[in-house]
């Protein structure tokens, strides 16, 4: 099956605490992106990547970083300066020409 | 900055309706525009994707339509059913690499 993988689906972290969510997709697309979606709101986009080895800061990249070391797989990481990290992690893909996105399941990060 | 609105926040029909949910955009000079489904809980589901050279898009029993020099957008769903209850999000992209930015979507609810 070819598609966009998410883990963990649900993870809880306590205050000071890194942690980094995975994203991996099958489907040999170049771009990748990071986005956090908050209750009742639209996606803000936090990290995206071009091509391997290359990634931009999005809109609210403060407190979150990532690496794109291979082509299908774009690992997010929550640092302890994210102030408010609890959200809805939603990654996503898009084929050569940017054109349509593709979606993972998301990652419902809580801190405790 | 691109400022995406969608109007209404919510909307409740009977089953068998015929519906418009609309999207404005305040920077014209969009590359494509996406409409997506998202169910509570889970990923963005792609129902649509229109180039800035397009119209309109068709896909079953819905339609999507692109006025660029307006910045509207809207998807029309036609016989509308209760699987159609989600919430509905649009997203234009700026240029052919660049970002998409989202509305808050329009939460329909189907009812038999």
């Known amino acids: 099956d070819g598609g966009i993988t998410q883990s963990p689906k649900y993870l809880f972290r306590k205050e000071g605490q890194n942690v980094t969510l995975s994203c991996e997709q099958n489907l040999n697309h170049d771009a990748m992106y990071w986005y956090r979606q908050d209750p009742g709101q639209g996606l803000r986009l936090i990290y995206y990547?071009?091509?391997?080895?290359?990634?931009q800061k999005g809109d609210i990249a403060e407190g979150y970083s990532v690496s794109r070391e291979k082509k299908e797989s774009f690992p997010l990481t929550v640092t302890s300066a994210q102030k408010n990290p609890t959200a809805f992690y939603l990654c996503?893909?898009?084929?050569?020409?940017?054109?349509?996105?593709?979606f993972g399941p998301g990652t419902r990060l809580t801190v405790l | 900055k691109q400022e995406v609105t969608q109007i209404p926040a919510a909307l409740s029909v009977p089953e068998g309706e015929n519906l418009v949910l609309n999207c404005s955009f305040t920077?014209?000079?969009?590359?494509?525009l996406q409409w997506f489904r998202q169910d509570p809980g889970k990923g963005l589901t792609s129902l649509l994707l229109?180039?800035?050279?397009?119209r309109e898009q068709t896909s079953g029993r819905l339609n999507a339509s692109l006025d660029k020099s307006s910045g509207r957008s809207t998807l029309y769903i036609a016989a509308s059913q209760p699987g159609d209850s989600a919430t509905y999000l649009c997203a234009p992209r700026r240029t052919n690499a660049g970002k998409s930015t989202f509305g808050d979507g329009t939460t329909l609810t189907v009812k038999p």
């Open positions: 990547s071009q091509i391997v080895n290359d990634f």
């Open positions: 229109i180039q800035s050279s397009q």
């Open positions: 920077d014209s000079a969009i590359y494509n």
């Open positions: 996503a893909s898009a084929p050569e020409g940017y054109n349509e996105q593709f």
